[in-house]
């Protein structure tokens, strides 16, 4: 059985104690390859460095998080576009709009957001997008690219069956980790209807683990918990599940 975290921040500080054992353990649980979303021009380093000891295991993407968009995002970004030609980036990501801790630059982030959809269509990559209570605005910026060939996926989805099947009618996968297996979760009836090609596996690690270490630090080996339960959903193979979701994040993403 094959899988792919698409979206692990394990260049955090929370892994240096045990970073080594935390993917050997991934491999382990047949996570192939672990997907790697930055935040922003600082950790940039610890995550390149990740993608240096594990070439084609750890896989870096290049963007700025909604929530280290501050006066200064259009330097960082410039930093951001500047390195992008010196390493090999899958996905432009992560990027978004957050407005569940602040709404206090909503203007910026949403340029942000639009510049960095635009360069990621110059660079012919797919983006990951964070969308936390911000549904209507990530879509109004998307609506804007419609017919482009932008693709993508939205990280963590939490929204509505309605938000889930536009994503999914604009070529839009969904990120799907640790809430699906949460007791008042409704996101499996969510993901019934919109169907397993167009799902992708993620853990969010360090953050969002699923039963039963909620509450705890997540690693990529939990993968296998949450295509559990989606297999579960489903009413197919733990295989059948992550054979479609393996090939949806390798058609996406490239690899």
Request: glycine share 8%.
């Amino acid at each position: 059985m094959q899988l792919i975290d698409t979206h692990t921040h394990l260049y955090l500080p929370e892994f240096d104690p045990d970073r080594d054992e935390m993917i050997r353990r991934a491999q382990g649980n047949g996570v192939e390859k672990l997907l790697m979303p930055n935040i922003d021009v600082g950790s940039l380093s610890a995550m390149l460095n990740a993608s240096s000891k594990y070439p084609g295991i750890c896989i870096p993407m290049l963007g700025l998080h909604p929530t280290s968009v501050k006066d200064d995002y259009g330097k960082q970004i410039d930093k951001l576009e500047k390195i992008f030609d010196n390493h090999r980036f899958i996905a432009i990501g992560e990027i978004g709009i957050d407005l569940y801790w602040d709404k206090t630059h909503i203007r910026e982030q949403l340029d942000a957001m639009k510049r960095q959809l635009a360069f990621a269509l110059k660079a012919g990559l797919p983006v990951v997008i964070h969308s936390r209570e911000s549904f209507p605005e990530v879509f109004s910026v998307l609506d804007d690219f419609e017919g482009s060939g932008l693709k993508g996926v939205l990280h963590a989805f939490s929204g509505t069956l309605d938000d889930a099947l536009k994503a999914a009618k604009m070529g839009f996968m969904l990120g799907i980790g640790g809430p699906i297996t949460f007791k008042n979760s409704r996101l499996d009836e969510i993901v019934r209807e919109v169907g397993l090609e167009h799902i992708v596996l993620e853990t969010d690690s360090p953050y969002l683990a699923p039963v039963p270490y909620r509450g705890k630090r997540n690693e990529s080996s939990y993968l296998t918990l949450i295509n559990r339960r989606l297999a579960e959903i489903f009413n197919v193979s733990e295989e059948e599940s992550a054979g479609i979701t393996y090939h949806n994040s390798c058609h996406l993403f490239k690899i």
